[in-house]
């Protein structure tokens, strides 16, 4: 991901040419079923689901997880950690002593696994392959939202790419002045911590910065007119009845295996 566009790869593909906001609404619809239930039939299936609707849409999931690393993970650390501090339940396949791992732990971590990496998935292809200006010329034309909430989501999403930009632009920096060549854990902590408070107060510099900007050319103003009118085709409706295909499989497999479980159980 760019400062300023997507990539022309996913820009030409079924997603990248798919409404914004459909994306939008299959992505949300696929939170709601994982946030409300903890079994990992459902978090799995649903996994699975959207594993094959990327797949048919040409896309490269596994290409996708590779460039998410951080959050595939963050969501074993988060399993693991589950599996060690959940209440045991069924045969203990693990004593370590002061704790154990059960059958039924093991079970709820690996749904806080899957269902991380379930609640990732839709939210990094939606990143990945909608531009900025469509998605606000949806949020505005569409759903009808306010235009001072929706310039300041603009601004706010192409602000990302600039983010991603200066932080490889600091490490460089770093590395040219001998600041990047610490050894070892701590030291890469060291400097993970410096370069990412420098990016913090440059963040907050360049947001003041645009935020006046903004003012003083009259974007918090009354009602606005829009350049573009947002279409909808074939493509859309396909895109969302897979997207609540998926999220229909996953509650409907774990109910006939009897696995089903509300996350307030």
């Known amino acids: 991901m760019s400062a300023t566009a997507i990539a022309p790869s996913a820009r030409t593909s079924l997603l990248g040419r798919t409404n914004a906001v459909v994306k939008l609404a299959g992505a949300l619809l696929l939170t709601v079923v994982l946030l409300l239930s903890a ?3 459902t978090s ?3 996994l699975l689901g959207e594993v094959l609707l990327l797949a048919l849409a040409g896309q490269r999931p596994l290409a996708l997880l590779r460039r998410a690393w951080p959050v595939v993970v963050a969501a074993l650390v988060s399993g693991w950690g589950t599996a060690l501090l959940a209440e045991d339940s069924g045969p203990v396949l693990l004593d370590l002593g002061v704790t154990g791992i059960s059958s039924g732990s093991v079970a709820a971590g690996a749904a806080i696994a899957l269902r991380g990496l379930a609640l990732a998935l839709p939210g990094l292809m939606l990143v990945l392959t909608t531009d900025p200006t469509d998605l606000a010329d949806g949020l505005a034309q569409t759903l009808r939202l306010p235009a001072r909430f929706v310039l300041a989501s603009l601004a706010a999403l192409r602000l990302v790419g600039v983010m991603v930009s200066e932080w490889a632009t600091l490490a460089m920096a770093r590395r040219a002045r001998g600041a990047g060549s610490g050894h070892g854990p701590v030291g890469a902590l060291r400097e993970f911590g410096g370069q990412a408070f420098t990016l913090l ?13 903004m003012e003083a050319r009259g974007f918090g103003a009354g009602p606005r007119t829009w350049a573009r009118v947002p279409g909808y085709s074939w493509r859309d409706a396909a895109v969302l009845a897979g997207c609540a295909a998926a999220a229909a499989a996953g509650p ?7 696995t089903h479980r509300f996350i307030w159980a």
Do not use: F, H, I, Y
């Open 39 to 41: 079994d990992p039939v």
């Open 44 to 46: 799995g299936t649903v």
């Open 201 to 213: 107060v440059q963040s907050l510099r360049r947001a003041t910065r645009l935020s006046v900007t």
């Open 252 to 258: 409907a497999a774990s109910v006939l295996l009897g």
